[in-house]
């Protein structure tokens, strides 16, 4: 089968395919040292490690048409912003290596394969590495491009007559976040303090400051910058593709009785800077394009020329859970949706980003906003909607209910495409956190 691999216990249906080849930043206990890795099954292959032992000219037939020192230099740093620099025609090229080098029958078995004492050196099972941050992200954009989410919210505080403001289906909606408190799956996420409106009905208003007492999810997909354009030029929506690296889960904590009473005018502030998870392993975009399909929201609105792509298939099917898991270990999957439902795709994010000559660099991360899909509850991806801001409780196992998080509580985010019937499976793995409990004041 093409999906094989001579990895030990491997199998096509992993979110690490053979299919797939993540790319992220580990480290060992051996060896402290940040290094970029890619996962292939249940193990991670140290491509620092592989590239010093393995002959350069061997590592050209591997990787044909690559600058060998040039990408030995990216793929030895703390992080993958210079190897997402490189440009996806290289990544292309690096993922295609990696898939033949891994591959049951590879035409590369003594550089790795037949190697053990290369094997011992470069590959580590996945629970025994650390991960990291796998960009140095300098800039963060938060976008609102889930349709059902966006609507639902609206109404839920608006009115169903106006639920969107009317220029939501005119232009991919963002703010400008923060990214000094972005932070890797698996990072505990402290319970923020803020000023809170108690009884939003009593004149005159008069907040407290204390901790959240409504603490929230967005269940997001994030997209990777590869490569710049300088300040004062636009990205063109034709070639807005070309400036993906690759994507990763997002959760956006949110404290939305902070939120509700800071946003107006300028946009939400402490109660989203606290904190943001993503999962670790960066999905390089080539391998989520099998899996582009059309919109799932039908945008009747006649759109701007700069926002017209060519493709009909413009986002992912990737499908998309969230699991609650209680501080004594018991665990709920909430909700359950697709990226399909976003209204607006990542290269006109992109092109509306830089429409006035925003500059953008390696490592600058999008969110896509909070995506939930069209049915009931357990579409919803977060918890505001599944509770109608605290009036209903979502139920759990272990006879538990919450209506906003609780100390003790976590979150993982899980997604992953598949073609139903081939067998072959492209997962992003976890992108969790545990809530604990913030200062008092």
């Not at 400051?209 to 034709?238: A, H, Q, Y």
């Not at 392993?281 to 929201?297: C, Q, S, Y």
């Not at 599944?386 to 997604?415: C, P, Q, W, Y």
């Not at 598949?418 to 969790?432: E, I, L």
Request: net charge negative.
């Amino acid at each position: 089968m093409a999906n094989e691999s001579w990895i030990s216990h491997y199998s096509p249906s992993n979110d690490f395919s053979l299919a797939n080849i993540p790319f992220g930043i580990i480290s060992t206990p051996e060896d402290q040292t940040l290094r970029p890795a890619i996962a292939i099954g249940g193990f991670a292959l140290d491509l620092k490690t592989w590239l010093a032992i393995v002959n350069k000219e061997k590592l050209a037939d591997v990787f044909s048409g690559v600058d060998i020192d040039q990408l030995d230099h990216a793929l030895s740093q703390p992080t993958l912003n210079s190897f997402a620099a490189l440009g996806r025609p290289v990544h292309r090229i690096v993922r295609k290596g990696l898939q033949d080098l891994l591959h049951k029958d590879t035409p590369y078995a003594e550089l790795l394969r037949d190697d053990e004492n290369a094997r011992i050196k470069t590959l580590s099972r996945l629970s025994d590495v650390t991960m990291h941050l796998p960009m140095e992200i300098g800039d963060y954009t938060d976008f609102y491009a889930g349709y059902h989410h966006a609507y639902a919210v609206g109404v839920m505080f608006r009115g169903p007559e106006n639920a969107l403001q009317p220029n939501y289906t005119h232009l991919p909606v963002g703010y400008h976040g923060r990214a000094s408190s972005i932070v890797v799956d698996g990072t505990p996420i402290r319970r923020p303090v803020g000023q809170i409106l108690l009884d939003p009905k009593a004149e005159p208003k008069q907040p407290v400051t204390g901790p959240t007492r409504k603490l929230d999810i967005e269940l997001e997909l994030g997209c990777f910058i590869s490569k710049p354009n300088k300040m004062g030029e636009s990205v063109d929506v034709k070639q807005a593709e070309e400036y993906i690296f690759g994507y990763v889960l997002l959760n956006d904590w949110s404290a939305r009785d902070i939120q509700a009473w800071e946003y107006v005018p300028l946009g939400p502030f402490n109660g989203k800077n606290f904190g943001t998870t993503i999962s670790a392993w960066v999905v390089l975009a080539d391998a989520l394009e099998p899996f582009k399909v059309k919109t799932g929201i039908d945008n009747k609105t006649e759109l701007q020329e700069y926002l017209k792509g060519e493709e009909d298939k413009t986002v992912f099917d990737i499908k998309l859970e969230v699991d609650l898991t209680t501080a004594d270990g018991s665990t709920t999957t909430i909700g359950r949706t697709s990226s399909r439902y976003l209204m607006w795709s990542f290269p006109q994010m992109i092109a509306h980003h830089t429409l006035g000559g925003c500059s953008m660099r390696p490592g600058d991360l999008l969110g896509s906003g909070t995506i939930s899909g069209p049915g009931g509850v357990e579409e919803r991806g977060s918890l505001l909607e599944m509770t109608e801001n605290g009036k209903k409780e979502v139920l759990l196992a272990g006879m538990n209910a919450r209506t906003f998080l609780k100390d003790g509580d976590s979150i993982t985010l899980r997604g992953f495409c598949a073609h139903d019937g081939k067998g072959v499976r492209v997962g992003f793995g976890r992108c969790s956190g545990t809530v604990y409990g913030g200062p008092q004041r």
